[in-house]
């Protein structure tokens, strides 16, 4: 695939809402799993949630998560996209201010709400405890566990003493467990009588990664909330809808399934941040660093990373007044970061949303004509390796400028669960098979 040119520009805002993702153009039959000439085993990102915030004190559905821990377990749930016998987890206090001590941890295939099988110990440099500074972030050393594509993980993490402010990622469209403040060590219970608290966050675990044989590979979907899995039960767009936790509805969970059906050994994992802009942070609150800032850490340092899709820039717009010059201008300067990487990159075109509240032309008039000059830049540059048109996978043909009925959320910005089906189809599997396992 060819590099293509480029443009430029820089600036932008935030708060809350969300949109925009990342891919290919067009469906795709099934494909053969690539050519690259790779041998032997690496780690391969399996699955990944970006931290977002530790000061939100709830998460995306409006229920209460723990801003403080003192002496108690928590139960973080997530659905790995690739299997295997040997994984590693990523922990993170990004967003701390203060050391953070785990006392334990565990991992365990889920059996049924807090309830898991066998648990596996996860050490750190052989301890069984670990000490993360503010800032920072700790990955465990091999554990063995047997699992496949799409089985619930448990990643149970015991907190001794007090910490404040736990780094998360807000909206994990999953239920995690903790147990109550003064429980103590509950990480090898099984059963999970304890863990009677629940939680809409991920809190503190930001990665899980598969040792697997080449050509395994990872593919990042970085964006905002359309990325995130949001759907809207308001048409202010929160809370989110809690019927759509735990079943895997995300755009990149669907891509994963047709990837799995075409026998393309790719791991797609989600970096996607509700409310996230390209340009501008939105801390403290729950949107996150701008997609320029955490662009390496979020994406180009993931294990096994071939490429990213790129989605994102509807926030800039509809909650900043970035001009689609200073959005390109993000564009290239990711664009020109992954390839230095040598990670392929594939840009998505902006979302429909003219209707909205959040994001439409009512709050911010400019919004639609400059997503359709961004749109029409994306689909004629040469610069990036390619890209996906998910505006016309989920746009109202009556009305483009706003998103089908059939795919929209309540809000008329993000998708329902069948717009992001229709959005993961709008991906071309060739190209995503077109990132090689070199790296």
Known sequence: MQRWMRLSGPAAMVLLAAAFSVGLAGPSPAVASGTQACAGSRWVASWAASPTDSRVP???????????????????????HLGGTSLRIHLSNRFGTTPVTFGGVTVARRVLGPAVGPAAPVRFGGARSVTIPAGGEAVSDPAGLTFAAFDPLAVSIFVPGDQASPTKHWNANATSYYSPAGSGDRTGELTGPSYTGRTGSWLYVNGVDVLAPAPNRAVVAFGDSITDGFVASTALSVPADASVADRNLRYPDDLQRRLLGAGIPVSVVNAGISGNMLLTSGEPSQAGRSGLQRFDEDALTRAGVAGVLLLEGINDLGLTPATPEQVISGYTQLIDRAHAAGVKIWLGTITPASNAIIDGTGTAPDSENYRQQINSWIRGQRLADGFVDFDAAVRNPADPSTLLPAYASVDNLHPNPAGYRAMANAVDLRMIASAGCER
């Open 58 to 80: 709830t998460d995306a559905t409006g229920a209460a998560t723990p801003q403080a821990l003192s002496d108690q377990s928590l139960r973080m749930i997530v659905t790995p």
